[in-house]
């Protein structure tokens, strides 16, 4: 059994795609700007929720935590959030706030040297109070409405226009 497909229009394609691709290229970028920026927000927003020591919280993990664009293409915009340009040990302390960790001498250092049992792990560490997952997670929504809007300023609301 053989199957053909013919496909019409395909120039029509390929001039739009000449058309916009320098305006959506643009577009990428403003949106990807924008899109980082709301999820930068809601991570700062999220660090030291359920922290049990209030006072702890310094302002040292929000400031080390920034977003910058990396990359740009006629299709796509990378944005990257984290602590990008911090010391070690400011991504150190960001990777354990968010996932947790065991306390010095207790974790994977020593495993092997002595005995551990599963209980005696869970009770020598530190619990994970996520700030960036649950930012990237609340925000897919609203980074979707603005690559949509970004795009809809290109080609309007029924796929017309400059």
Same mark, same amino acid.
């Given at each position: 059994?053989q199957?053909?497909?013919k #496909?019409e229009? /395909? @120039?029509e %394609?390929?001039?739009n795609l000449?058309k916009y691709? &320098?305006?959506? =290229?643009?577009? $990428?970028?403003?949106?990807?700007?924008?899109? =980082?920026q %709301?999820?930068?927000?809601?991570?700062? &927003?999220?660090?030291?929720?359920?922290?049990?020591?209030?006072e702890?919280?310094t302002?040292?993990l @929000? $400031?080390?935590?920034?977003s910058?664009?990396?990359?740009?293409?006629?299709? *796509?915009?990378v944005?990257?959030i +984290?602590? #990008? &340009?911090?010391t070690?040990?400011?991504?150190?302390?960001a990777?354990?706030?968010?996932?947790?960790?065991a306390?010095?001498g207790? +974790?994977?250092?020593?495993?092997?040297?002595? @005995?551990? =049992?599963?209980?005696k /792990?869970? @009770? $020598?560490?530190?619990?994970?109070?996520? *700030?960036?997952?649950p930012?990237?997670?609340?925000?897919?929504? !609203?980074v979707?409405?603005?690559?949509?809007?970004?795009?809809q !300023?290109i080609? +309007? =609301? $029924?796929?017309e226009g400059d």
């Amino acid at each position: 059994m053989q199957s053909t497909v013919k #496909l019409e229009g /395909m @120039e029509e %394609v390929f001039k739009n795609l000449r058309k916009y691709g &320098d305006k959506v =290229s643009k577009a $990428n970028e403003a949106a990807a700007k924008r899109g =980082s920026q %709301v999820v930068l927000e809601e991570i700062w &927003d999220n660090i030291g929720k359920g922290a049990p020591y209030p006072e702890w919280i310094t302002g040292e993990l @929000e $400031n080390s935590i920034k977003s910058k664009i990396d990359g740009v293409g006629k299709t *796509f915009a990378v944005a990257h959030i +984290g602590t #990008l &340009d911090a010391t070690k040990e400011q991504a150190i302390i960001a990777n354990s706030v968010e996932y947790g960790h065991a306390f010095p001498g207790q +974790g994977r250092d020593v495993i092997g040297k002595t @005995e551990h =049992s599963k209980s005696k /792990m869970s @009770e $020598n560490r530190v619990k994970a109070y996520p *700030f960036a997952r649950p930012a990237i997670k609340s925000s897919k929504r !609203k980074v979707n409405k603005i690559y949509k809007e970004e795009l809809q !300023k290109i080609f +309007g =609301s $029924n796929n017309e226009g400059d």
